[in-house]
């Protein structure tokens, strides 16, 4: 699965634009246009789908590109880097387990998953999303940014054709995210 093809949306815009900002700016509505929803099938359509950006030095960072389907779904963009607060990989199994490299992980319902792998309570109160994917941007074990597409209300059933568009995504976004965390100079 991982030799496939992307959708041809997806494809144009990772290969016809090296510049960060002109590919997360592209890459985000695009995410939400391949994930289209077949509610027979309880795959939901995408909500909104974010971009995270950090300096795995510093810890410094900020959701730099979000995506709505439309604007009943919060805009949760950052102005300015900031901080990792220390409490967070404490507070979030999610992120803590993007910290540690490890793959990437698909969430078909926040209101049943083991609590190993997600807070429930600190989901609801920071995303108030249901399903999401964790997408973990990493090079070398260090992590640089997180992709999260996300489903509001209702859970997502994750399928094995979304699972290889974010393995794919993640391959060739990751050098442009350091790139564009190495240009911020955070």
């Known amino acids: 699965m991982d030799n496939q093809v992307l959708p041809a949306i997806l494809e144009k815009i990772l290969t016809n634009d090296s510049e960060p900002d002109a590919v997360f700016s592209a890459l985000l509505p695009a995410l939400g246009e391949v994930f289209q929803g077949d509610s027979k099938a309880g795959h939901a359509s995408i909500h909104r789908c974010f971009l995270y950006l950090r300096n795995p030095h510093t810890k410094i960072g900020k959701i730099a590109y979000c995506w709505r389907r439309s604007d009943r779904y919060p805009d949760v963009t950052d102005s300015d880097w900031k901080p990792e607060p220390e409490s967070l990989p404490d507070e979030d199994p999610l992120f803590a387990a993007a910290l540690r490299a490890q793959p990437s992980i698909f969430v078909e319902d926040v ?76």
């Open 111 to 186: 209101e049943t998953a083991s609590p190993e792998v997600v807070n429930r309570d600190f989901e609801r109160k920071n995303f108030g999303h249901r399903a999401l994917i964790h997408s973990h941007l990493c090079q070398d074990g260090l992590l640089w940014g997180i992709l999260q597409p996300c489903v509001f209300e209702q859970p997502r059933v994750w399928t094995d054709f979304d699972r290889a568009v974010i393995a794919q995504v993640e391959k060739q976004i990751t050098p442009l995210a350091i790139a564009y965390v190495k240009a911020a100079g955070v």
